[in-house]
């Protein structure tokens, strides 16, 4: 019966993360933890595993949503994804290399400058601006996916907020159109872990199964809302999800 409960509960995290990663990323954080208490007799990269699985699936479920209201910048986004999946895919075999510490630090800094400056600027991605197509508009797709890929490997949590954040500061997205660009690149950084979870037997099928459920309904409730609010909402729910991050990764570091 405890383990029973214990999915109940699982399940109810993953449509909660599946929530809010598809609204503005960072459901991660949310979700990873609830595995971990779930399933304490499993290693991390099970539990990494897994959760991978049902982030997945849960962002095709709101890609297919965002795909029919946003116009997607394919020109912008497929080298992007491209060298996210790469740098992803590099993270994940470095990762015995970096420190996580140090990530940690790095990452913190990142999260409080990024909410200090979405708060200052109110207007900070009210509208969506036309991207011009060039070579430097590219390269700096190229830098910021294999960055941040990098980053999902090595660490993750918050992967889904800084593409966000990076969409709307760099290439004057909207919110909502950000948070559609941002599910794509996901996409691919999921897609790199997995090739390396799934071949080493790190995947709990059957319990992956139930968060892929719980996670795919989150993101088709998060969707509708930030479809239904638009880059306001979205803006807001950053926000507070930044605040969220922050404490979490405070709490983290200084403890």
Known sequence: MAFENALVILALFAFCGGLIDAAVGGGGLVQVPALLHALPQYSLATVFGTNKLAV?????ASIFSYAKRVRIVWWLLIPT???????????AFSVSLIP????????FIVLVVMAVYTFA?????RTHAHVHRSGRTVAWGICLGALIGFY???????????????FVKVFGFDFLNASASAKLVNLATFCAALLFFIPSGHV??????LVCLSNMAGAFVGTFLALRYGSGFIRVFFLILLVFLIGRMALSIFS
């Open 152 to 166: 999902d490997g090595v660490f993750g949590p918050g992967s889904g907020s800084l593409l966000l954040f990076a």
């Open 81 to 91: 994804m491209v060298s996210a999946f790469a740098g992803s895919f590099l993270g």
């Open 204 to 209: 709990l099928w059957a319990i992956g199964g």
């Open 100 to 107: 996580r510490s140090v990530m940690e630090y790095a990452v």
């Open 56 to 60: 997945l699936a849960g962002n095709l």
């Open 121 to 125: 600027k109110k207007d900070l991605g």
